[in-house]
């Protein structure tokens, strides 16, 4: 027999989603609680760790030196030929700025959550979803040992990459091979590099995907890699770490330094979802897939996601109509805010992963020696355009 409990948002999963949906649930005046599945929020780390500047301010989030590691002055995308394309944080707007601890990011995170007054449960697995009059009411989980039945009038799934709500609730977020990336990253100690910038090597180095140098301090750095799913053989393992540690052998600056840590994982590089909600759920950042399928950041969308879904969530909650139709609030609002870039970037990430080492040195040496005005997927075309038309044939109707 299970013990029970009834709040008016359940928030499942303590990443930035969900802790700042379940900090904008109760600011908006929600008994929202937030059920973990780890012992502590943050950690292990699954993470690069890059994460932009811009967007924090949109979203009230004060930065902080417990979760700043490192700040830099832009990024570097270096082709396969060693063409080199600088982006200062002017230019690149939201794709540079900080590397952070993400384990103390969470945290603090899930903290101005509780401060809003949301409660947050630790080592609380969900184990399956509650039906009333099919629609989720809520979820049955686990607490040391223990089952508990969380009634809640609205459920938030931010339960990240793997999530089952999303499966449980029959949303359909199932992705195709060529929609995943496999991810392993080395956080590095001892290592020798620009202190000034983020680097991220495009081309064969990393099939479909991309290595990134994220600077973590003076002399440490998160090196990681991001392959095609589609591109690894079936039942070849490790694959990813092969690739990167090969990388890493040619570069004597980065082959000096010590592993300290080793991150394995996915991330999803897929265009939107039809739908992130039923009746009673909605899906926030990696479970519903909001993850930018070009680069493979996701705090930044998750977090804006999770404001709305936090407000559209307690306005369900004291109306008493958290069916699909009401939640279609929360489907606008998020896509209104990023829907249209994450489409234009799948897009372009659908062309890059078809291009050569050649077309990646052609585009970098057009980029390297262009006076940017700006950067975005629009303009960096119509750059290549200029010299190498048939490079962006495909991409005529984005561009004008």
């Known amino acids: 027999m299970s013990a029970e409990r009834s709040v008016e948002v359940l928030v499942v999963g303590a990443g930035p989603a969900g802790s700042v949906s379940a900090r904008h649930a109760a600011r908006a005046g929600a008994r929202t609680l937030i059920i973990e599945k780890r012992q502590e929020i943050g950690s292990p ?94 979820v049955r989980a686990r607490h040391m040992g223990e089952l508990i039945d969380i009634h809640a009038k609205v459920v938030i799934g931010a339960d990240g990459f793997e999530s089952q709500l999303g499966r449980w609730a029959g949303i359909d977020t199932s992705l195709k091979p060529s929609d995943i990336n496999v991810c392993f990253e080395y956080t590095l100690k001892g290592v020798d590099i620009n202190p000034d910038f983020n680097d991220f090597y495009i081309g064969s180095c990393a099939p479909g995907g991309y290595i990134w140098v994220f600077v973590k301090g003076p002399d440490s750095a998160n090196v990681g890699i991001g392959v095609q799913l589609s591109k690894i053989r079936p039942g070849e393992r490790g694959a ?81 109509d958290a069916s699909r139709q009401f939640l279609q609030k929360y489907e606008r609002g998020w896509r209104r805010i990023f829907e249209d870039q994450m489409y234009r970037n799948w897009m372009a990430k659908e062309k890059l992963v078809t291009l050569s080492d050649e077309t990646f040195d052609k585009a970098c040496e057009v980029l390297a020696s262009a006076e940017l005005e700006r950067v975005n997927t629009i303009e960096i075309l119509r750059l290549i355009q200029k010299k190498y038309p048939e490079l962006v044939k495909e991409f005529e109707d984005l561009i004008h």
């Open 240 to 320: 990813a770490k092969r690739y990167l540690d090969a990388f890493i052998a040619k570069h004597p600056e980065l082959a000096k330094g010590s592993p300290i840590r080793e991150i394995a994982g996915a991330v999803s590089c897929c265009q939107p979802l039809e739908s992130v909600v039923a009746d009673g759920i909605m899906l926030v950042g990696d479970a519903a897939r909001q993850i930018d399928p070009l680069t493979g950041g996701g705090v930044a969308n998750a977090c804006r996601a999770g404001r709305v879904a936090g407000e559209v969530a307690a306005e369900a909650a004291r109306t008493g």
């Open 45 to 138: 780390v699954r993470c690069g760790e890059g994460i932009a500047r811009a967007w924090l301010e949109e979203l009230g989030i004060r930065p902080d030196k417990r979760w700043i590691s490192h700040e830099v002055k832009g990024a570097r995308i270096i082709s396969p030929a060693g063409h080199v394309v600088t982006l200062t944080e002017k230019l690149a707007g939201n794709e540079c700025g900080y590397v952070i601890k993400r384990d103390e990011f969470d945290r603090t995170l899930a903290e101005e959550a509780a401060d809003a007054g949301a409660e947050v449960m630790v080592k609380t697995s969900a184990v399956g979803v509650i039906r009333e009059g099919g629609r989720v009411a809520g």
